[in-house]
């Protein structure tokens, strides 16, 4: 009995056989393997379906004599296709008379259209190369060129270019605006460069960005050209511009509207504050500057100043006090607007959000090798933002400035 089970029914480990080696599959290979059976097959039947429309506009088969021939073949040229098999090559037939047309190339001129559209889409939401090519991968199981982005990225350029040159139709009652640095290597040495923006607050109560451009250095020049470009392409109504103490800025605004009056950031005015105050009395300070911002007028403010800077001379913060005097008056023009509007234009505050999301998305790129390629990925960046929930969900209520229906009977004449 004990014969009969070693040689019919005994088990495999008491003949001396290994399990692990009698199962083991590679699976990678086989899985390689099927893709290229796979592949091949696809590409077989797809040439053969080009061989067969190249005959139907001949009229015969090739090399077959018949007296109702059209055309005869010429060769054929190569071309590569994606397919979810993977990537096939077609060998296009060329005819000696009749252009060769064929679904399979008109369907493969579909796809690319629609792969090159999403790629630009992708770019002007603001997601990375690396991460366009890695989409790319997992969605079409092939990885973009270089080449290819860059090729989409000029389109992207031209679109870009369109959108910060529109005409700026309507008034624009409150107008923010700011810079940010970022940086720029060229020839091993790395500088910044500022990227001006603008945003505007419409008749209808809708933030707009207005403008974008690469400022060089953000100072009298740069200001003064950024917002002339702003006036030419027909921004008027403009009441009040919010923003910080930028060099040069504060002049540009006087000369360019006249009309308006500016509003010192209050956020920014605090900041300049506590760079002359102590860690340790920054709380404090902080509830005495608050407190300046919340009275019910302006009179009342310019008299809570005053008793706050004399607080700070007797803390000893003689510079912070200093602050106070000369500059809180800079911060009060909001007072002159109506008070449901006053929490959203005394800081810039909205221009912060967004140059946030800026500097999240330049971070990834690092420094730009240009001042171009900069301002193209903001201007994608904030062109992205508008169309989305910031610029479809009303600001204020703009009735308060213009009186109710104030829209209506623009519209209407």
Not at 25 to 41: N, P, Q, Y
Not at 114 to 119: H, K, N, Y
Not at 229 to 252: A, P, Q, T, W
Request: hydrophobic share 35%.
């Amino acid at each position: 009995m004990a014969d009969k089970r070693d040689k019919g029914g005994g088990k495999p480990e008491e003949a001396g056989m290994d399990v692990g080696k009698v199962i083991r599959i590679d699976e990678a290979r086989i899985k390689s393997h099927l893709g290229e059976i796979v592949r091949d097959t696809v590409e077989e039947t797809l040439n053969g379906l080009l061989d067969a429309e190249a005959d139907d506009l001949c009229g015969a088969k090739r090399y077959e004599h018949d007296e109702n021939r059209k055309d005869t073949r010429a060769g054929h040229y190569t071309r590569k296709l994606e397919t979810k098999a993977g990537e096939v090559t077609l060998k296009i037939p060329k005819l000696r008379t009749i252009p060769f047309e064929t679904a399979i190339i008109e369907r493969y001129k579909r796809r690319e259209s629609s792969v090159e559209e999403a790629l630009i889409e992708m770019y002007l939401a603001g997601v990375s190369v690396r991460r366009v090519e890695d989409i790319t991968q997992a969605l079409w199981g092939t990885r973009v060129s270089p080449s290819t982005v860059s090729r989409l990225n000029q389109k992207v350029y031209e679109r870009i270019e369109e959108w910060r040159n529109r005409p700026i139709e309507g008034e624009y009652a409150y107008l923010y605006l700011d810079g940010l640095y970022l940086k720029r290597s060229w020839g091993g040495e790395v500088a910044n460069v500022s990227v001006l923006v603008a945003i505007g607050v419409n008749r209808e109560g809708f933030r707009e960005i207005l403008g974008v451009t690469e400022g060089g250095k953000e100072n009298r020049a740069s200001w003064g050209e950024f917002l002339r470009h702003l006036l030419k392409r027909g921004l008027k109504g403009v009441k009040l511009v919010i923003s910080d103490k930028c060099f040069g800025l504060i002049e540009s605004i006087t000369e360019t509207f006249p009309d308006a009056k500016w509003q010192r950031c209050v956020v920014h005015f605090y900041r300049n504050v506590f760079t002359m105050v102590p860690r340790g009395k920054m709380r404090e300070v902080a509830a005495m500057l608050k407190a300046i911002h919340a009275q019910e007028d302006r009179l009342e403010a310019e008299k809570k100043a005053a008793a706050v800077a004399q607080k700070l001379m007797e803390m000893k913060l003689s510079s912070a006090a200093q602050i106070v005097r000369e500059g809180s008056s800079e911060t009060f023009s909001y007072y002159d607007f109506p008070s449901e509007h006053r929490r959203k234009i005394r800081t810039n505050n909205p221009m912060e959000r967004i140059m946030r999301e800026i500097r999240r998305r330049t971070r990834v790129v690092g420094s730009f090798p240009d001042g171009k390629s900069a301002l193209m990925l903001v201007a994608a960046r904030l062109r992205h933002v508008a169309s989305c929930k910031w610029g479809t969900v009303r600001y204020m209520d703009m009735d308060r400035i213009y009186g109710p229906g104030s829209v209506e009977r623009q519209e209407a004449g």
